[in-house]
């Protein structure tokens, strides 16, 4: 089993809306990361998770809070977006965070803030 | 930034070989190379990755030039199903995590 799962599907918020976005992979990997992509542009790295600990996080604003409660789960919560954060938020994962390995992708939630 | 450059676009037929190139002129000598691509609303795949040897499995083939400044990823045999943006990614050393390009667009026609 490849597959890494996220819910929901799709979310509609307010800005003044507190949500959570789920990710999960059975796989055993140990390195787990949230993407964002605005339209027809290429993912960009948020954060990324190892060993169950945030090891990457790329300047992203504080509206967006990461959590990784154990090897196979990966939550983002949302708090207070802007319209701008409205995107595709992928997450992924690999065995390790190193290169030698690939990472296998969830299809996304596509988020829109109102 | 993105240290690797690729076409925009690229067509081809059903059915016949695919390259697509990638060049990677500043790549250091502990960077992967690794290929995935995103179809139409789905999250990106993982195609192929490679260091300094060419490599095949059951998606593509990745032929890496000898200087490592260049890759070209096969598709054997396209088939409509393999009309997505492909992504050339340097990972490694350098650069420390995937950062995605523009890709190259390929489009597949019957």
């Known amino acids: 089993d490849t597959e890494v799962t996220q819910t929901p599907k799709h979310l509609v918020m307010g800005m003044t809306n507190k949500k959570s976005l789920k990710c999960e992979q059975h796989?055993?990997?140990?390195?787990m990361y949230w993407y964002k992509q605005k339209a027809k542009k290429p993912p960009e790295l948020m954060f990324v998770?190892?060993?169950?600990?945030?090891?990457i996080n790329e300047s992203v604003p504080s509206r967006f809070s990461p959590e990784c409660p154990n090897s196979s789960l990966l939550n983002l919560h949302l708090h207070a977006l802007q319209p701008e954060d409205s995107a595709l938020y992928l997450c992924?994962?690999?065995?390790?965070?190193?290169?030698?390995?690939?990472?296998?992708f969830g299809p996304g939630t596509r988020l829109t803030v109102t | 930034d993105a240290k690797t450059t690729q076409p925009n676009s690229m067509e081809s037929n059903e059915e016949e070989p695919v390259h697509l190139p990638c060049n990677h002129s500043t790549i250091s000598g502990t960077d992967y190379i690794h290929w995935y691509r995103q179809l139409p609303s789905q999250g990106p795949e993982y195609v192929i990755h490679?260091?300094?040897s060419n490599v095949n499995n059951r998606m593509a083939s990745l032929a890496i030039a000898e200087d490592r400044k260049s890759s070209t990823l096969i598709l054997h045999r396209a088939t409509l199903r393999d009309a997505a943006v492909y992504y050339c990614i340097n990972y490694g050393g350098s650069q420390g995590n995937l950062i995605f390009g523009k890709g190259t667009k390929l489009s597949v026609k019957p």
């Open positions: 490679g260091l300094t």
């Open positions: 796989m055993g990997h140990r390195a």
């Open positions: 998770y190892s060993y169950e600990k945030l090891s």
């Open positions: 992924a994962s690999s065995q390790t965070g190193v290169p030698l390995y690939e990472q296998y």
